[in-house]
């Protein structure tokens, strides 16, 4: 953490980068993506949750979709893993749907361009022979939804030995569609020592017997979802068609 913190300041003064990313200790190569990206100020979660997992802490997270979370635990993920050893994958992100997997792949792919990260979406209902063909080239981060993570574990296409940091996204949907003893069996190939994030919108017993399960004394984050001002629209929009039939 010490180190991150130096490099910060020198980082806002010398790049103009975001202050308020650079002083969270999110390096350089980051700083630059997120610039071009037009990413100004972080977000709460991401304020609250990027520090714990630089420093390789485990971290709970309460917070709901349209917070911001997937920079929250892809920064810090892409960062730590490009200043360790090598090993494919390092990082596995189990996602509820093939939506998600598709979404948070993509934004693996577009924050750790600068770092030349490598990304694969794994789930469900797509051909298995090109899944099998990039897993065995080498993938530094997967995407996957539990079903085909756990399709591929017992087909040893996928090997998680060598994995040095799990996300756990959305994981109150991950229950309720049934994935839990899935999500047990996956960890279970994990090795002991790694970092662990969990993230749900809400905090039912499940997920805190899972977190207490998976999780060693976690960094806990709770965030509010935001309030929306009259008048003005919320950030995760719903809408319905009627169409005829």
Known sequence: MKHDHTHAPE????HGFSPGFAAL????????????????????????????????????????????????FTLPLLQRIAHSPKTK????????????????????????????TSVLPLYGGQAIGPQMHALKR?????????????????????????????VLDEADEMLDMGFAEDLDA??????????????????????????HRHLQQPVEITIAKEAVKAGSAPRVQQAAYIVTR
């Not at 980082?11 to 010398?14: L, N, S, W």
């Not at 090997?159 to 940091?165: D, N, Y």
């Open 11 to 14: 980082a806002t003064a010398v």
């Open 25 to 72: 200790g999110i390096e350089a190569r980051l700083l630059a993506t997120l610039e071009a990206l037009g990413y100004e100020e972080p977000t709460p979660i991401q304020r609250e949750a990027i520090p714990p997992l630089l420093a390789g802490k485990d971290v709970l997270g309460q917070a709901a979709t349209g917070t911001g979370k997937t920079a929250a």
């Open 89 to 116: 994958p390092s990082a596995i992100i189990l996602v509820p749907t093939r939506e998600l997997a598709i979404q948070v792949g993509e934004a693996v792919g577009r924050y750790g361009k600068e770092l030349r």
């Open 138 to 166: 080498g993938v530094d981060v997967i995407v996957a939804t539990p079903g085909r993570a756990l399709d591929h574990i017992r087909r040893h296409t996928l090997k998680l030995e060598g994995v040095q940091i799990v």
């Open 186 to 211: 996956i960890l279970e190939h994990t090795p002991a020592a790694k970092q662990t994030a969990l993230f749900s919108a809400t905090m039912p017993p499940r997920i805190q017997s899972i977190a």
